[in-house]
């Protein structure tokens, strides 16, 4: 299913929701906390929407497409900020070759560490609070924060 | 007789499963060592047959499926180190991002060519750590 998404500018943004959860996944999912000690990893698994669903969507759908990302990052007039200044509710965008691999909400980023702790969804996986490089290595390491000024 | 072993086949289905974008998938795949593995030592008909075998099967497990993916990074690898990706060696429509992750390592090759043509889709500028 297709729901209705559009930026602060009125662009149509892609999307979809998925239905199913294999039992791998909920196998895999499973196993994070082992693999991602210092993570918190929340019960509940949900195909019906991914980690830019939850930054962008409120958790509605799935957003695949990754020009998607940028469109909304610049019709909703989000600005790049250092991470020290990354507050609760600024975002995290991870990336590979300029391109949005996974998405996440700052929660928390307490002096003096600044070591951002991020909310974000894995795949089709649950929802995990972690610290902003402790993340699985297909999303990468290379990412920025951003705050909306819409 | 799968070319990868069973820790490295349930390691791609990991990554499967949580990657949201094809392009994080593929270059994670293509940075894998057991994909780097097969791109040295296997050849290319064997990798093919392999890929064939596994998307014309019956099983659509995340296993099989990431394992797939897995011999597509290495079929592409395998051609940019002998100069020329050219179209797939097969129908990728199996693959729901199979199309689209040939079609951007053709684009990455021809932006690093002479004579660029087609300009790319708005991209982002990240910064490192």
């Given at each position: 299913m297709i729901i209705r998404l559009q930026t602060a500018a009125g662009r149509d943004i892609p999307n979809g929701q998925d239905t199913e959860i294999s039992a791998f996944e909920r196998n895999w999912s499973a196993e994070l906390p082992q693999t991602h000690p210092d993570a918190d990893v929340f019960p509940g698994l949900s195909p019906t929407y991914n980690c830019h669903g939850l930054t962008f969507a409120s958790r509605r759908t799935n957003i695949g497409e990754p020009d998607a990302i940028a469109h909304i990052l610049a019709d909703d007039r989000y600005e790049v900020i250092d991470r020290r200044e990354a507050r609760a509710g600024d975002i995290i965008v991870y990336s590979k070759d300029g391109e949005p691999t996974h998405s996440g909400i700052v929660v928390e980023n307490e002096s003096p560490l600044f070591v951002p702790w991020i909310w974000s969804k894995w795949g089709s996986g649950p929802e995990v609070r972690h610290t902003y490089l402790d993340v699985h290595p297909v999303y990468g390491k290379d990412h920025r924060f951003f705050r909306c000024r819409v | 007789?799968?070319?990868?072993?069973?820790?490295?086949?349930?390691?791609?289905?990991?990554?499967?499963?949580?990657?949201?974008?094809?392009?994080?998938?593929?270059?994670?795949?293509?940075?894998?060592?057991?994909?780097?593995?097969v791109a040295d030592l296997v050849d290319e008909d064997r990798v093919l047959d392999e890929f064939v075998r596994l998307i014309r099967g019956a099983e659509r497990s995340e296993m099989v499926l990431a394992e797939a993916y897995a011999l597509l990074a290495a079929m592409i690898a395998k051609r940019r180190r002998v100069g020329r990706l050219g179209p797939p060696p097969v129908d990728l429509g199996a693959l729901r991002w199979g199309q689209q992750i040939w079609a951007r390592a053709r684009r990455d090759e021809r932006s690093t060519g002479t004579a660029v043509i087609a300009s790319p889709p708005p991209r982002l500028i990240f910064d490192q750590g």
């Open positions: - | 007789m799968s070319l990868f072993t069973e820790a490295e086949r349930r390691d791609f289905a990991g990554g499967f499963t949580i990657a949201n974008v094809p392009i994080s998938l593929w270059h994670w795949l293509d940075g894998h060592p057991a994909v780097r593995r």
